[in-house]
Each structure stands twice: as C-alpha cells, then as structure tokens.
C-alpha cells in the first residue's frame, strides 16, 4: 500500500500551482496532478492484482478536496473487495458505447414505432396516433422505412414530400414535421448532434417553396351550391358502398373520419339519430347527428354481415377505405374533396336559409362561441337541427326527377 503523505488543508491544495503530482495525504496514492496548462485534476495510485492503476476523481476545483478523499475512500473499499474500478467503468463506458450504436442503427421505421410508444400516452386521443401511423405508413415508410436513421438525407426527404408538396401541401407539411421529430429522438437518445435532414428552417426552405405560399391551410375545395343538386343525380346512379358513403357524408354533413368508422349500434333507427361518440370526434364531444328520411332508406339498403359492425364496409368486409369516396370524385370528374362538401353545406345553410348560424354550426359540430358563452348554452339545439337537415336534403334532391324523390 501507498505510503500516507502529510495531509494537506484545503487552502495549501489551492496554493499547488506548479506542475507535477502533489501527494495529498489522508487516502493512500491520492494526488493532485497539475498540468503545465495549469489545469488540476485528482488521481488515485493503486496497485490492483499486481498491476499499477491510475483512476481518475475529476477535475479542481470542481471536485474540492473534501469531495477527493470521499471518492478515492470508495474505490479503496472497492478495491479491497476484490474489485477492478478502472475495468468497471470500462465495461459500463462499453455497455453504453454499444447501446447507442444499437440505437444509431435502428432503421426509420423502428425508430418511428419508438417515438409512437414514447409519446401515444400524451396525445390526447387514440385518433392521433393512428393519422401518425397512417401518414408515415403511405408516404413516408416506402422510401426511408428500412433505411437507417443515420443514413438518411436531404434527397429521402425530398423523394418524399416533392409527389405531394404542391397538391397535398398540410399532410405534406405533417409529414415532414413527423420525420424531423423522429429524427430528432433518436439523435436525443444516441447522444448525436448535427443537421436534421427534414428541419426546414435553414434546410429543407431552401429547396421548397413556403408551404403558406402554396396553398392557404385549412381550405379544402368545395362544390358550388348550385352545382350540388345535379352532381347528387349523378352519384345516386353510382354503384357501391363507396358512393353510398358519400352519399350518406353529403346527406348528414359529417366528416369522411366519422362515416368511416361508424358501427350499426351508433345508429338507432327508431328514433332517427345516428350518435358518434366523442373518441371519433374532432371536437371530443359526443355528437348526435339527425338521419333524414333519405339518410335512413340509405341505410336499409346496405347489407350487414357478422365479420364486421362496420356500417360502410370494403368488398373484403373491412372499414372502408380513406380513398375510397375521394376516388368516386375522381371518377366522376369532380374538382372537389370529399371534406368540401361541409362548406357547401355551410355556404348553402347560410346564403339560402334563415336558420341561425348556431343550428348550421353545430350541424357541423364546430364549437360555438366563446369558454362563457359555451358554458350557458348546453344543448345541442337537435329538434332545429332536424329541420335543417331535412330542408338540406330536400334542397339536395331538387335536381331529382319527380319519380326518383
């Protein structure tokens, strides 16, 4: 063992400021060590199975001499019990060196199911992880999926949001927003830094346009009112349950999410109400919707099988697909979406009746008014409601022939 040097006070370490290895006393082999930078730092002395050690016990004044002796006590205890404290740290400093390597080599999308995991307890429902899913399942997953996080660059992303940046420029801008996020955990959990391929600030702006300048968020394109009559002929003469889909969104204002997802026990046929409830709505509030006569005969036409309590199902008796009523408009020739048909429900609601806009608003289950005014007003004004949305239906089947109503 070491010798014991005389023991030195705090303020006779502060005064080593010459260059060499001062023995500090109290603890066998320890010592300050001063560089000819100037820079201080504490070491332990120790010889361990024969062999010479020199551990580390961080830099001064960091480190005061009190926080030395406490440290290198321990590693003399650990060294007593048979203990190897410089191959420790080694094999814990190997450990983490290897998990973050297994990290670094995790492909985007093991990455993206990590960050999903992370983070689903705090999103506020169920809905938004499934758009996190779905989004990067289409567009983003085919071209980085089982590529490497590390791997990918400015030209994947690129590949990526080009096809839709001009057309599809919101789920665009989700999208690149979810790959950054992804990115940017797993550069968080591997200790990495540098240029995150789909930042946009300083990155990705230079190679697209604004996406404001593209295309005004939040407007989705609409039928005319005066159009709407005549394309309801038509769609009516479409066959399956896709254009019955639509036919049913248009008939009760809804969105394309809500009509996709209903189930037969939503819908109560006696008492003509279709009832959503609040984990399938925007808004989470439960909302009651009124079936007119045409929505409820629209029903009763649709088939119900025991592999599914879907209400509109695919030909393999699953959910209807998202693209499944867009693609009718496509068909069809319309320049519109499917989500376009509430504001010409709206437009048609407000130019062309005299209902309040309260009853056309929370036909739409939008919020109406402000936190106080909300907290008043608690019913769902349904019996008005009704009444607008049979007058909705009948002004939907002004274009019909008399025999077809």
Known sequence: MPRIAKELRALEVERLKTPGTWSVGTVPGLYLQVKDSGARSWVLR?????????????????????GAIERARKERLA???????VELR???????RNEAAERIRNTFKEAAADYIKAHRAGWKNAKHAAQWESTLTEYAFPVIGNKVVWEITN??????????????????NRVRNRIELV????????????????????????????????TKKGHFEALPVHEVGGFMVRLRTAKGVAARAMEFTILTATRTT?????????????NAC????????????????????????????????????????????????????LMILRRMGVDATVHGFRSTFRDWAGELTAYPREVAELALAHRVG?????????????????????????FLNADLPPSAR
Do not use: C
């Open 155 to 172: 030209q994947d992303v690129l590949a990526i949001l080009d096809p839709i940046w001009t057309t599809k420029t919101e789920t665009a």
């Open 258 to 270: 809500e009509v996709r997802g209903a189930i037969w026990g939503e819908i109560d046929f006696e």
């Open 274 to 325: 279709w009832t959503i409830p609040a984990e399938r709505m925007k808004a989470e509030r439960e909302h009651r919707v009124p079936l007119t006569s045409e929505a409820i005969d629209l029903l009763k036409t649709l088939p119900r099988g025991a592999a599914t309590d879907a209400v509109f199902r695919s030909p393999r008796g699953e959910q209807l697909s998202g693209m499944a009523m």
């Open 90 to 96: 080694a094999r814990a400093q190997a450990s983490i």
């Open 183 to 214: 990115i940017a955990s797993s550069m968080v959990r591997a200790g990495r830094t540098g240029q995150n391929p789909a930042r946009w600030r300083g990155n990705l702006q230079m190679m697209l346009p604004k996406p404001t300048k593209v």
């Open 46 to 66: 120790a010889s361990i199975g024969g062999r010479r050690r020199e551990m580390g016990l961080g830099g001064y004044p960091a480190v005061k001499l009190a």
């Open 79 to 85: 060294i007593d019990e048979g203990i190897d404290p």
């Open 370 to 394: 402000d936190a106080t005014e909300g907290a008043y007003a608690r019913g769902d004004l349904f019996v008005k409601r009704r009444n607008l949305m049979a007058d909705w239906a009948g």
